[in-house]
């Protein structure tokens, strides 16, 4: 660790107070270096809190290389900052701050109470004693010509001199919550690559009809398998549930294909997902019960009773087969176990739980700090990787934060005078 003499005289700047930013000013404060603290916001972490509505997933308990490969094409730039803080020290972190995670359904790591606020409080107060400053209203505006950083606060415009800046301003996705991509034009002004901010883990538009939209908006599709195969003829093949919604699906088995279905729409203007809703069932079975006497009973009926199809997978069959083939127990069978939907658009990216796109990893060293601007790092969703929910966001969040505060401690040790 650095002389603290040495040390204490240089001022680092940590843009962004979520998941990432808090992880860097740690980092820093621990270094010994005097931590400024900005966010655009009147608090701190409000994405991270809303992260926790739900439920904070907040890692995901397998085996590290299974782990790993959520996070696809990026996985090798990753996987250097995973080693150094993955899974296992997510969940030892959190203990540090009196945080007790469990390993719930599919290996998904929550704390005990499910909540961000208490985990948020407690780290916050320990960031504060430690020493970290906080500046909240301070909106990052780029730099000045002496290359000072630039905010805009509730007082004016305050120009700040800082040693080193770590930039964790998240994706483009819930602006409300601080996070609203700007940055993307403060860094291209500069010369520095970006890969366009895109939806990710998002909900896709279905033209449903007015009566199926009204009466299973909301509904949940328990228990189903999805599979898609891409024009490239890339295979994908899942089960879980997925909401209807207004415009078309969202939910869980969607995000995890989300990045897979909105490149194909981008290349090929659609999507086709196809759905098995009754995974249990053969077809043959399904076409030997179906093929039972109806006698008087509507088609309906005849569903509910010989296969159990019924509410929202009964109402998708009148939304989309042929009203000839819902007679035809082998064209019923059929569409039973391979529903055709067609998705037509990714939702806006300001409704999608995370960002695609980012700055690109080629601008960075190995410590996360862009090369064409030396003592300027990034971290966070604000770089160019995208993972599935369950945890490897917020995971990747705080490494990565860790990973660009310990390479600020290491340029300010390289480079003082
Ligand atoms: C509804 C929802 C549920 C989620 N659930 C989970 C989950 O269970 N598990 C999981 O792993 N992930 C989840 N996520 C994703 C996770 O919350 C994000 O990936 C994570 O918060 C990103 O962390 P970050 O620090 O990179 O950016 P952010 O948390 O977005 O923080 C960026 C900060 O930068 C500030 N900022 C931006 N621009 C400026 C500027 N110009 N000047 C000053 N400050 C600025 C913002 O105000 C913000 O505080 C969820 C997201 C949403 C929306």
């Known amino acids: 660790m650095m002389p603290v003499d040495l040390y204490k005289s240089h001022s680092v700047a940590v843009i962004g107070g979520g998941p990432a930013g808090l992880m860097a000013a740690e980092v820093l404060i621990k270094g010994k270096v005097k931590v400024d603290l900005y966010d655009s916001m009147p608090s701190v972490g409000r994405k991270f809190l809303v992260a926790g509505k739900g439920g904070l997933n907040l890692t995901h308990a397998e085996p590290f290389e299974q782990f790993l490969s959520f996070y696809g094409i990026r996985r090798a730039e990753l996987e250097p900052i995973l080693e ?10 959190a203990d540090s701050l009196g945080i007790e995670t469990f390993v719930g359904t599919s290996n998904r790591v929550f704390p005990v109470s499910m909540k961000t606020a208490p985990l948020l409080r407690a780290w916050l107060e ?25 905010f805009e606060t509730p007082d004016g415009e305050r120009n700040v001199k800082a040693d080193a800046t770590v930039l964790a ?29 895109k939806p990710s883990n998002c909900g896709f538009d279905v033209d449903w009809s007015p009566h199926f939209r009204t009466r299973y908006e909301g509904t949940p599709l328990k228990s189903v398998i999805l599979s898609f195969t891409d024009s490239k003829g890339n295979v994908f093949h899942k089960q879980g549930e997925f909401i209807v919604t207004e415009e078309g699906v969202e939910g869980s088995l969607i995000y995890a294909i989300s990045a897979h279905l909105r490149d194909e729409i981008e290349a090929t203007g659609k999507a086709v997902i196809k759905l098995d809703m009754a995974p249990g069932w053969s ?71 995370s960002s695609a796109g980012g700055v690109i990893f080629e601008e960075l060293n190995e410590h996360l700090m862009i090369r064409s601007l030396p003592g300027i790092f990034c971290a966070g969703e604000m770089l160019d990787w995208e993972a599935p929910t369950g945890g490897y966001l917020i995971t990747a969040c705080l490494a990565s934060g860790r990973a660009a ?13």
Do not use: M, Y
């Not at 150094?84 to 972190?93: L, M």
């Open 405 to 417: 505060g310990t390479g600020v401690l290491v340029w300010l040790e390289t480079n003082r005078e």
């Open 126 to 150: 320990r960031l504060r004693n430690d020493g970290v400053n906080f500046n909240v209203r301070h909106k990052w505006l780029g730099w000045c010509e002496n290359g000072s950083l630039r």
């Open 283 to 353: 077809k043959q079975r399904l076409i030997a019960r179906l093929s039972q006497p109806r006698g008087s009973q509507s088609i309906s009926n005849h569903l509910r009773k010989t296969v159990n199809i019924q509410g929202v997978k009964a109402g998708l069959l009148w939304e989309l087969v042929p009203k000839q083939n819902l007679k035809d127990p082998e064209c019923l069978a059929a569409a039973i176990k391979e529903l055709p939907i067609s998705l037509n658009a990714s939702r806006p990216l300001d409704e999608a739980i």
């Open 84 to 93: 150094q803080f993955g899974p296992d020290e997510v969940r030892k972190w």
């Open 169 to 197: 301003l998240g994706g483009g996705s819930w602006r409300r919550l601080g996070s609203t991509g700007e940055w993307v034009t403060l860094l291209g002004e500069r010369g520095v690559k970006v890969a366009s901010l």
